[in-house]
């Protein structure tokens, strides 16, 4: 990045590599960052037309997320930074998120990925009061999930919304999740489970019904929960972020609801929604522009390029939390 410029986005698929295991094998996938990495950041820098002496700090992801991969990013991110005697900002994965689709806070904000559903009260950059999450599975793993029970390949959420395109909604009639609380929580696993007893039971069902039938209940499911939470909050502007986003559904149901409350809507540019790297380093750039310091459990936040910020302290479970202001 370049101020508020992206300048290359490099984005290496392991999507073959897991393909065939229906989903990602850990040491698998930190051994493919390895081989990467490198040619990677090179091909970002030719790119941008930028030279290493020319990059003045570096971000990467301390967590949450697969150990291996986290390591090895961390590493190489901290030791180039380290070598060039520039800052390292570390960055929550979640922020990172947040970031490809705003830098203007207040707002609420809905994650919906492969491994959270979060509902996020941000009054601030860096300040993340959590309202609600899901209870087990995630809503993007419960694409991934169904659309694997469909026989449609990992990842599953582009191809089953794709399916669903050729479906009737109203085939199945799936119950709404948690459909008595009062909180802003979400479930799919048992949404997931009706399908998988539906299949069972009726071999014959229409893929695309079902296909259908499940996406819209999946979306109806974080439209009302998000509506409530945008209710009790008084919150104008709604930011929407992770792989889920991307949904095309999700994404037509959003603009009617910036359309019938009359709010702003933000949802990331469509390349930036699932994993890459321009999303952290955007994040990078709002915390260094609002003056946050990086997450105050990081060693870089107490000895900024010293040998101790050398120290591999990846984060796999790390909940998305406020980060002191310097
Ligand atoms: O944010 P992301 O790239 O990775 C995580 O941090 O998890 O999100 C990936 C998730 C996968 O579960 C994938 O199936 C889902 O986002 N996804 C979609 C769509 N595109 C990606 N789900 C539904 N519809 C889509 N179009
Ligand atoms: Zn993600």
Redesign the pocket.
């Known amino acids: 990045m370049r101020g508020n410029d992206v300048l290359a986005n490099v984005v290496a698929s392991q999507t073959a590599l897991h393909e065939a295991f229906g989903g990602v094998v850990p040491e698998q996938a930190s051994r493919e960052h390895l081989n990467v990495i490198d040619q990677v950041c090179q091909q970002a820098l030719a790119t941008a037309g930028v030279s290493l002496a020319e990059i003045d700090a570096v971000a990467a992801t301390y967590g949450p997320?697969l150990v291996g991969a986290l390591l090895v990013g961390l590493n190489y991110a901290r030791a180039l930074a380290w070598s060039r005697d520039i800052p390292f900002i570390p960055i929550h994965?979640?922020a990172?998120?947040i970031a490809a689709a705003t830098s203007q806070a207040p707002f609420l904000c809905l994650i919906a990925?492969?491994?959270?559903t979060s509902l996020f009260d941000v009054p601030a950059w860096g300040d993340y009061l959590e309202l609600g999450k899901s209870r087990d599975d995630a809503a993007g793993e419960a694409f991934d999930k169904v659309a694997r029970l469909l026989g449609l390949g990992y990842p599953g959420g582009p191809a089953l919304s794709r399916l669903a395109t050729e479906g009737e909604a109203s085939a199945y009639a799936f119950t709404p999740p948690l459909r008595q609380q009062t909180g802003f929580d979400f479930s799919f696993s048992g949404l997931k489970t009706a399908v998988a007893t539906l299949l069972r039971n009726q071999p014959d069902a229409n893929p695309a019904d079902v296909a259908a039938s499940f996406e819209a209940t999946v979306v109806t499911s974080l439209i009302h929960v998000t509506t409530r939470a945008l209710e009790k909050t008084g919150r104008t502007r709604l930011v929407v972020a992770?792989?889920v986003a991307a949904n095309r559904l999700l994404r037509e149901r959003l603009e009617a609801l910036s359309a019938e409350l009359g709010i702003d809507v933000s949802v990331p540019a469509l390349e930036l929604t699932?994993?890459n790297g321009a999303?952290i380093a955007l994040a990078a750039q709002h915390h260094v522009a609002t003056a946050h310091t990086p997450d105050a459990r990081t060693p870089d936040a107490r000895t900024p390029n010293t040998p101790d910020a050398l120290t591999i302290d990846a984060a796999p479970y790390l909940p998305l939390q406020p980060v002191k202001p310097t």
């Open positions: 997320g994965h979640l990172g998120h990925s492969g491994g959270h992770g792989g699932t994993d999303m």
